[in-house]
Antibody
């Protein structure tokens, strides 16, 4: 059973920083790419960032490029999202998700953690 | 990275068949084999129901299928059931390790 459990959300002021974590279990974390996807209240899904299975390559959506950093710790089976210079429009539920290897999509999702910038 | 286009809402009665469309610019959908669909019930995480245009993950009902016609991908739900009422999102890999979602479609089972 694949488990993805996000933490670290909360209420922060504009311009500040926050780091989200995603603890994983039930699969070989070191062999999968991982994603962060967010959903603003009452809105649709937005792809945020992706990290390759070995952590050497990262890709970002235009709205977070230069402010957010995705990373992973294979020894802890944990995914991270460092968010700097937060804006009101970053308010959303942030989901950790696993890459569906070879299919160029996402298969499993966590339950999400809410970030409110206000 | 503009969102893919989906209808805002679709409705149907139990037992009916409905289709939800998803379209985008050629720069967003580089190949329709990369289009997938998610179901999201209110307050819950999304769940993959179709990938690679028309492949079902293990455990997903055979009532869910996908298709592609021209520049449009579609999610088809046959034998509509009350538990199918949810939001549905398409996603496409755009190339260069970036992805884009559709705006979402609210399915109402009448």
């Amino acid at each position: 059973q694949v488990y993805l459990v996000e933490s670290g959300g909360g209420v922060v002021q504009p311009g500040t920083s926050l780091r989200l974590s995603c603890a994983t279990s039930g699969f070989s974390f070191r062999t999968y790419g991982m994603h962060w996807v967010r959903q603003a209240p009452g809105k649709g899904l937005e792809w945020v960032a992706t990290v390759g299975f070995n952590g050497d390559n990262m890709w970002y959506g235009d709205s977070v490029q230069g402010r957010f950093t995705i990373s992973r710790d294979t020894s802890q089976n944990t995914l991270y999202l460092q968010m700097n210079n937060l804006r009101a429009e970053d308010t959303a539920i942030y989901y950790c998700a696993r890459d569906f290897t070879g299919q160029w999509t996402i298969d499993y999702w966590g339950q999400g953690t809410l970030v409110t910038v206000s | 990275q503009s969102a893919l286009t989906q209808p805002a809402s679709v409705s149907g009665s139990p037992g009916q068949t409905i289709a939800i469309s998803c379209s985008g610019a050629s720069s967003d959908i580089v190949d329709y084999k990369y289009v997938s669909w998610y179901q999201q019930h209110s307050g819950k995480a999304p769940k993959l129901v179709i990938y690679g245009v028309n492949n079902r993950p293990s455990g997903v009902s055979v009532r869910f299928s996908g298709s592609r016609s021209g520049d449009t991908a579609s999610l088809i739900i046959s034998g509509l059931q009350p538990e199918d009422e949810a939001d549905y999102y398409c996603i496409s890999y755009t190339g260069s390790r970036t992805w884009v979602f559709g705006g979402g479609t609210k399915l109402t089972v009448l």
